[in-house]
């Protein structure tokens, strides 16, 4: 049922995309963003690539935090040491380019507000203790998972070469070596050194 669910919103969101994109032809597009990512999942290579005026669909992969899901709780946490791989993938919906053009405010590296739809695989640590009883670190107990969670975010920069990104929602977590999932607040926050950053007139 999981699978099912999440597989039906990513085709309905693709339609929108396709169709939305087609309708937003325009000076105000977004930009394709090359970047390294600093945050709450880890570190981290990203690139937005645009979809038009609204849409675009931000590609990360790196270094971090994983994930132990059990009995409809769901831990996160990582070790510089021992971190886990982790790639994502988040289609985004910005809502308030134009009303943020029309007021003469900055829309640079796709600054705006927006929904999106994250989801993300995430490894067991890298370099596990392999400790047995109260010597078991939190890194041992990652396991492979996966989350999709629904999301409100927005995306400012700051200067000419970084970005400022938070987003705050609702998911769903999932164990996929013993099918354990449970329900989740979704929160992440993350400072984007722009690899790409001369800024474009819109």
């Not at 032809?25 to 600093?38: A, D, F, P, T």
């Not at 999932?181 to 979704?186: K, L, T, V």
């Amino acid at each position: 049922m999981f699978m099912k669910i999440t597989n039906v919103t990513f085709c309905f969101l693709l339609c929108v995309t396709s169709v939305v994109a087609q309708k937003n032809q325009g000076q105000n597009r977004i930009q394709n963003l090359s970047k390294l990512e600093i945050g709450f999942q880890g570190i981290g290579y990203g690139y937005e690539t645009g979809l038009g005026n609204n849409l675009a669909i931000d590609f990360t992969g790196g270094l971090g935090g994983g994930y132990y899901v059990y009995d409809n709780e769901v831990t996160h946490g990582w070790n510089l040491f021992q971190p886990a791989v982790y790639f994502s993938v988040n289609p985004k919906l910005y809502y308030n380019r134009k009303r943020r053009l029309e007021k003469g405010h900055n829309t640079n590296f796709n600054s705006g507000n927006y929904f999106g739809l994250m989801m993300r695989f995430t490894t067991p640590a890298l370099f596990p203790s392999n400790s047995t009883g109260d010597l078991v670190t939190f890194a041992d107990s990652l396991r492979y998972s996966y989350l999709f969670n629904f999301h409100w975010g927005l995306q400012r920069p700051i200067g000419s070469k970084w970005l400022f990104n938070v987003h705050v929602g609702l998911g769903v977590a999932r164990d996929l070596e013993f099918s354990y999932q449970a329900i989740h607040p979704a929160l992440d926050l993350k400072f984007c050194y722009l690899f790409n950053h001369r800024k474009l007139n819109h």
